[in-house]
């Protein structure tokens, strides 16, 4: 159980352009999704806590108009990159926790992002 | 602010040596401590996770981690390393408080010659 799925796994944009990465709780109900970066060689740093039906709140030195995050339902949470530039090539990965409380955070396989 | 220090950024091993990573933490009230392991060009997986009890986890893979409070230390130990260990090993901190996010220490990389 507990399985958290990311799509797209890679994408490749041209610069200037956005792109929607999808993170689904496939067996379970998240309030809250986290979202993260990963530079290569490099720790995941927290972006965003993703909660259903309310704003994010974002990570000091997070652009919250250049990463657009929505949390429609308690499966699925997005995160648009607007605008994308070379500079937001990173590994994006998101991860969840169960509705029904519990410490535990399930993460996605994580969305490579190469622009161009 | 919680905060996680790894204080080995490369270790190199050789197959059946022991393993200890070590991992520190910073946060005043009760924290949650996790290890995970990325293994190249897979996504994290969970090695083991301490909340409460006993401070002695034992994880998956033969991986262990002792919880000392006075410390606030959360060290990663297995006995005998295998070829497959070669990852890298992510240090991880929570509090109980609802809606918190993981934070991750920087991370260290275990290549493991066989």
């Known amino acids: 159980g507990a399985v958290v799925s990311q799509h797209p796994s890679r994408v490749i944009c041209k610069s200037g352009t956005s792109v929607k990465i999808e993170c689904r709780s496939l067996d379970f109900q998240a309030t809250t999704m986290f979202w993260y970066r990963q530079f290569p060689k490099q720790s995941l740093m927290l972006m965003a806590t993703?909660?259903?039906?309310?704003?994010?709140?974002?990570e000091q030195g997070v652009e919250k108009d250049k990463f657009l995050i929505n949390h429609a339902s308690l499966t699925l949470s997005t995160l648009t990159v607007t605008s994308a530039h070379p500079e937001d090539s990173s590994f994006y990965i998101c991860?969840?926790?169960?509705?029904?409380?519990?410490?535990?955070?399930?993460f996605g396989p994580g969305t490579r992002l190469l622009v161009l | 602010a919680q905060s996680v220090s790894q204080h080995n950024h490369h270790v190199i091993l050789s197959e059946a040596a022991s393993l200890e990573l070590g991992c520190n933490y910073s946060?005043?009230?009760?924290?949650?401590l996790f290890w995970y392991v990325q293994y190249p060009g897979q996504h994290l997986q969970l090695l083991l996770k301490y909340f409460s009890g006993d401070p002695l986890v034992k994880g998956i893979k033969g991986f262990e981690a002792e919880f000392i409070k006075s410390k606030f230390s959360f060290n990663l130990r297995k006995p005998s390393v295998q070829w497959s260990d070669t990852a890298e090993y992510f240090c991880a901190v929570t509090s109980n408080q609802a809606g918190t996010a993981l934070i991750f220490g920087k991370g260290t990389t275990l290549s493991v010659s066989s």
């Open positions: 991860s969840a926790r169960f509705t029904s409380g519990g410490i535990s955070q399930y």
């Open positions: 993703s909660n259903e039906g309310s704003k994010a709140t974002y």
């Open positions: 946060y005043g009230g009760t924290v949650n």
